[in-house]
């Protein structure tokens, strides 16, 4: 089994050689104690502007990437595990702060867990770590946590293995600083996939660090953000929804209370109806996105995740057999609630009801058309759905040289 070890450094003449001499000596510590038996390492300059590829040059035994240009942290990295293709990949940083030995307990977990990636955790209580980034980190992984449900403690590590077969499930990956919260991302809202982490010493780097707290921190929480999108929409979008119906019923409760004890609404009441539409209207479309989003994830992924009895519970509300009734319930009672005050205007020319009949008919007629088109959008997707299943079918058939059932040829 080969492990390739890529080394992606930015300007790093200060640590690099120490950096890569540390990898060498650790050779043979990762050969003794895992399933590795042949190790490359690969450095990757990337648009380094001082001694960082002429230093690496230098040291004979390691394979050097050379960019012109500046490309990203990421783009570094799987430029090496492009060139290096071993059975584990893996990689760590060039500023010394990460010990190559701790990839002989990775590579052995890797192999041994069955996992597709395994992460050096940082966060341990000899970390060198600075404040900050240490603060920054426990949120992410707290973000990470709650979107997957799984625990996790270093969502940025760099320092890592991964099986090289995993790389297909893994990509597309950024080019920038936040490859690795992606990967972690990427990982832990897939349920088919699998990392574990090993703790790990974190010395202090050598030289400057490249990264910047507020412009790459929040680029490595939307990058969290984005995987939760992409895999488990739900989990974004529920919070929200369930946020809007608290906020409602809090609007709510005083009007409605006030109007069964005393059989009136005050007119300055009529900002909290127009807040709570708004809010209702809101939180229907919320849920019309989780059920699109569920399908178009269906569609696009070919192993989208399972959904969750909350899920599929969405989902039916715009089945045919639910979201017809509920359309048609919906316009009756606002027709119903406004019925005298479309007899007035065809009668008189004028309208005598209360605002708040005129709010709530509104309220019901938006919430019927968002069903409405969302059931309509779903009905396309199923369609879309059964077409491309037909299309594989017919695809093996031919492929396979099998006639459709029910055909015959006859001769001449």
Same mark, same amino acid.
């Given at each position: 089994?080969?492990?390739?070890?890529?080394?992606?450094? !930015?300007?790093?003449?200060?640590?690099?050689?120490?950096?890569?001499?540390?990898?060498?000596?650790?050779?043979?510590?990762?050969?003794?104690?895992?399933?590795?038996?042949?190790?490359?390492?690969?450095?990757?300059?990337?648009?380094?502007?001082d001694?960082t590829?002429?230093?690496?040059?230098?040291?004979?035994?390691?394979?050097?990437?050379?960019?012109?240009?500046?490309?990203?942290?990421?783009?570094?990295?799987?430029?090496?595990?492009?060139?290096?293709?071993?059975?584990?990949?893996?990689?760590?940083?060039?500023?010394g702060?990460?010990?190559? !030995?701790?990839?002989?307990?990775m590579?052995?977990?890797?192999?041994?867990?069955r996992?597709?990636?395994?992460?050096?955790?940082?966060?341990?209580?000899?970390?060198?770590?600075?404040?900050?980034?240490?603060?920054?980190?426990?949120?992410?992984?707290?973000?990470?946590?709650?979107?997957?449900?799984?625990?996790?403690?270093?969502?940025?590590?760099?320092?890592?293995?991964?099986?090289?077969?995993?790389?297909?499930?893994?990509? *597309?990956?950024?080019?920038?600083?936040?490859?690795?919260?992606?990967?972690?991302?990427?990982?832990?809202m897939?349920?088919?996939?699998?990392?574990?982490?090993?703790?790990?010493?974190?010395?202090?780097?050598?030289?400057?660090?490249?990264?910047?707290?507020?412009?790459?921190?929040?680029?490595?929480?939307?990058?969290?953000?984005?995987?939760?999108?992409?895999?488990?929409?739900?989990?974004?979008?529920?919070?929200?929804?369930?946020?809007?119906?608290?906020?409602?019923?809090?609007?709510?409760?005083?009007?409605?209370?006030?109007?069964?004890?005393?059989?009136?609404?005050?007119?300055?009441?009529?900002?909290?109806?127009?807040?709570?539409?708004?809010?209702?209207?809101?939180?229907?479309?919320?849920l019309?996105?989780?059920?699109?989003?569920?399908?178009?994830?269906?569609?696009?992924?070919?192993? *989208?995740?399972?959904?969750?009895?909350?899920?599929?519970?969405?989902?039916?509300?715009?089945?045919?057999r639910?979201?017809? *009734?509920?359309?048609?319930?919906?316009?009756g009672?606002?027709?119903?609630?406004?019925a005298?005050?479309?007899?007035?205007?065809?009668?008189?020319?004028?309208?005598?009801?209360?605002?708040?009949?005129v709010?709530?008919?509104?309220?019901?007629?938006?919430?019927?058309?968002?069903?409405?088109?969302?059931?309509?959008?779903?009905?396309?997707?199923?369609? !879309?759905?059964?077409?491309?299943?037909?299309?594989?079918?017919?695809?093996?058939?031919?492929?396979?040289?099998?006639?459709?059932?029910?055909?015959?040829?006859?001769?001449?």
């Amino acid at each position: 089994m080969k492990l390739t070890i890529v080394i992606p450094a !930015l300007n790093e003449e200060e640590a690099v050689g120490g950096t890569i001499r540390r990898c060498q000596r650790a050779i043979p510590t990762i050969c003794e104690n895992s399933p590795v038996t042949d190790v490359q390492i690969v450095v990757v300059s990337d648009g380094s502007t001082d001694r960082t590829a002429d230093i690496a040059r230098s040291i004979p035994g390691v394979s050097l990437i050379e960019f012109e240009k500046n490309r990203g942290y990421g783009a570094a990295i799987k430029a090496g595990f492009e060139a290096g293709g071993g059975e584990l990949l893996s990689f760590l940083d060039a500023d010394g702060t990460c010990d190559p !030995l701790y990839l002989a307990d990775m590579c052995r977990a890797i192999e041994a867990e069955r996992a597709d990636v395994v992460i050096g955790s940082r966060m341990g209580p000899g970390s060198q770590m600075p404040m900050v980034r240490t603060i920054g980190n426990r949120i992410y992984a707290m973000m990470l946590g709650v979107l997957s449900r799984k625990r996790v403690s270093d969502t940025a590590s760099g320092m890592r293995v991964i099986r090289a077969t995993s790389l297909k499930e893994l990509y *597309p990956l950024p080019d920038g600083l936040h490859f690795t919260p992606a990967m972690s991302a990427r990982v832990l809202m897939d349920e088919h996939l699998r990392m574990i982490e090993i703790p790990m010493t974190y010395s202090e780097r050598v030289g400057r660090s490249k990264l910047s707290v507020v412009r790459d921190g929040l680029r490595f929480a939307l990058t969290i953000v984005d995987a939760a999108l992409v895999a488990r929409p739900s989990r974004i979008i529920l919070p929200v929804f369930g946020i809007l119906v608290l906020a409602t019923i809090g609007m709510m409760v005083h009007p409605v209370s006030r109007y069964f004890a005393e059989g009136h609404l005050a007119d300055w009441m009529i900002y909290r109806a127009v807040a709570a539409l708004l809010s209702v209207t809101l939180g229907m479309l919320l849920l019309a996105a989780t059920a699109v989003a569920d399908e178009i994830i269906e569609i696009a992924l070919p192993r *989208p995740a399972r959904r969750g009895a909350l899920q599929r519970w969405i989902g039916k509300l715009f089945e045919t057999r639910v979201a017809m *009734p509920m359309i048609a319930g919906c316009l009756g009672i606002a027709t119903v609630l406004c019925a005298s005050g479309f007899w007035q205007y065809f009668t008189t020319g004028e309208v005598f009801i209360h605002w708040w009949r005129v709010i709530a008919s509104s309220s019901l007629v938006t919430m019927a058309c968002i069903v409405a088109v969302t059931w309509l959008m779903l009905r396309i997707m199923s369609l !879309l759905k059964k077409r491309q299943s037909a299309t594989a079918a017919m695809s093996a058939m031919i492929d396979d040289g099998v006639p459709q059932a029910g055909w015959t040829i006859q001769p001449g």
